[in-house]
């Protein structure tokens, strides 16, 4: 068997809005493609767009909204159609694209086959660099009959208007995009009138799957439900929306007096004394897990102590809090108000000095051991109180086997076939003839070779030392052997005699005399 993977398909939405004015009309249809960075599929056609038409069409891709990176719109005739809006379903709310295929860019452009304006042959859209989603509560006063206009401000102080949030009702997420910076520092939504406005949430959306958390920090403790409201000389005339960078969970205890019904108001204070303030933990009760929310100016890593302040005399009872360094991942700290360091404490108006403020820190070292001392190990064995063993026995138990049968004395006959003799003779030799190595060699082709030359350098060396013209005079040793003055003739050649054994004797090749002297 086999199997293939298939990437699961996912409805991709787009929003044409037609503009009202020029040539906004068209008679031919329109053939929409959207593009991620690795695939690409086509929508729903759009036919013959209208002045002020709006047309959604969708489109099954293999990629999810989150992962569109361009919507393009090829010109099929050359009467032209002016786009005043492009809008990417995503996350339950319409953002607007920008088209990129006219410069500056804009959120309105032509599609138009035009031999003098080939940047509208085609009309090319894109996410903003900039985009943050605003979500209204379900209740309260959370739907307005106002425009709102975010203003985005960078971490160096520019600032640029994002798109405009129509009349949001409850329960509607809202987008405002700007195509201006990316270092995004915080956002500021102003009232335009009193009638009010809750936010359940906003976010900044940083990329793929990736939305921080936006905090109200103009609210006393910061909020993450913001209210804007335009009552002149409140506090909710304007939200100011700024990303979290962290966040700390604080656990009651499940017992004593571990609920309040006040809203304390944690500070983050850094390692060079800045301090921040988290969103509030409004009346805690027991056994309950709480997070606050900082947007500070620092990062956690940068983080020294978190400090909270008693709100009055019923006190509240801290079992653990951690303060989570990474997403997913949680360091517990400890409360250093009390000696020794622990890990929980209590925060209380009229109790012990201590207690008026909870101080949370990293851990040095390990937390002191307030478990009970363990039990000691017995010096000695416990008796030894089991039945003595079995003795092993003496003798081995009769053998009951069935005596061993006998081996055969004599082999069996071999019911083999005999073996097939070997050939006498080498099967015939059936290859081809070997070829003949050749009677002469080949032709030298070298070229010829260069002549030894007839006579040797001259010779450069130092003349050598002549060889003496004279032997050294010979002074051999004298002849012991001969005696003096005794010589005989034989063969017409004179012989010296020589002692042997005490007689003379004299020899040449031909004949030998003995002489035996008186």
Not at 218 to 238: Q, V, W
Request: aromatic share 8%; with cysteine; glycine share 6%.
């Amino acid at each position: 068997s086999s199997c293939a993977w298939h990437a699961s398909a996912a409805t991709v939405r787009i929003r044409f809005t037609t503009h009202t004015s020029g040539s906004s009309d068209s008679g031919h249809r329109f053939y929409p493609r959207i593009y991620s960075a690795t695939s690409n599929c086509a929508t729903g056609s759009i036919n013959s767009p209208g002045s002020g038409d709006v047309d959604t069409v969708s489109a099954s891709c293999s990629f999810s909204a989150e992962d569109v990176t361009q919507v393009k719109v090829p010109a099929p005739g050359s009467d032209g159609w002016r786009i005043r809006r492009v809008d990417l379903w995503i996350r339950d709310a319409w953002m607007p694209l920008w088209a990129v295929n006219v410069s500056p860019r804009a959120f309105d452009t032509w599609v138009d086959v035009d031999p003098l304006e080939p940047q509208f042959k085609t009309g090319i859209f894109e996410m903003l660099p900039l985009r943050v989603m605003v979500t209204t509560q379900t209740g309260g006063h959370s739907q307005s009959d106002g425009e709102f206009k975010p203003t985005f401000v960078s971490t160096t102080g520019s600032t640029c208007a994002g798109t405009t949030i129509d009349v949001p009702d409850q329960g509607d997420s809202h987008w405002s995009v700007a195509g201006c910076f990316s270092n995004f520092d915080r956002a500021e939504i102003p009232a335009p009138n009193n009638d009010g406005w809750s936010i359940a949430s906003a976010y900044h959306h940083k990329g793929r799957n990736n939305l921080v958390r936006l905090v109200a920090v103009n609210e006393r403790p910061p909020t993450l439900t913001p209210f804007i409201d335009g009552n002149s000389g409140s506090i909710f005339e304007r939200s100011i929306l700024r990303p979290v960078t962290f966040r700390v969970r604080i656990v009651t205890q499940n017992w004593g007096s571990a609920e309040s019904s006040y809203t304390y108001e944690p500070k983050f204070i850094s390692k060079s004394g800045t301090v921040c303030s988290g969103t509030g933990v409004a009346s805690p009760r027991r056994g309950s897990s709480i997070w606050s929310y900082g947007a500070c100016t620092f990062p956690v890593s940068e983080l020294d102590r978190v400090e909270i302040s008693n709100k009055g005399n019923d006190g509240w009872d801290i079992n653990s809090l951690f303060v989570e360094i990474a997403p997913g991942i949680q360091i517990q700290w400890w409360a250093v108000n009390e000696s020794p360091p622990k890990y929980s404490t209590t925060v209380d108006g009229d109790g012990a000095s201590r207690h008026r403020k909870c101080i949370y820190k990293v851990p040095d070292t390990e937390a002191p051991d307030t478990d009970a001392p363990p039990t000691p190990f017995p010096d000695t064995l416990a008796p030894d109180t089991d039945a003595p063993p079995t003795p092993f026995p003496d003798t081995l138990a009769p053998d009951t086997d069935a005596p061993l049968t006998p081996f055969p004395d004599t082999l069996a006959p071999d019911t083999d076939a005999p073996p097939t003799p070997f050939p006498d003779t080498l099967a015939p030799d059936t290859d081809a003839p070997p070829t003949p190595f050749p009677d002469t060699l080949a032709p030298d082709t070298d070229a010829p070779l260069t002549p030894f030359p007839d006579t040797l350098a001259p010779d450069t060396d130092a003349p050598p030392t002549p060889f003496p013209d004279t032997l050294a005079p010979d002074t051999p040793a004298p002849d012991t052997t001969a005696t003096p003055g005794v010589k005989v003739s034989i063969a017409g050649a004179t012989v010296p005699g020589k002692d042997v054994n005490g007689e003379m004797e004299f020899s040449n090749s031909e004949a030998v005399l003995t002489m035996i002297p008186e």
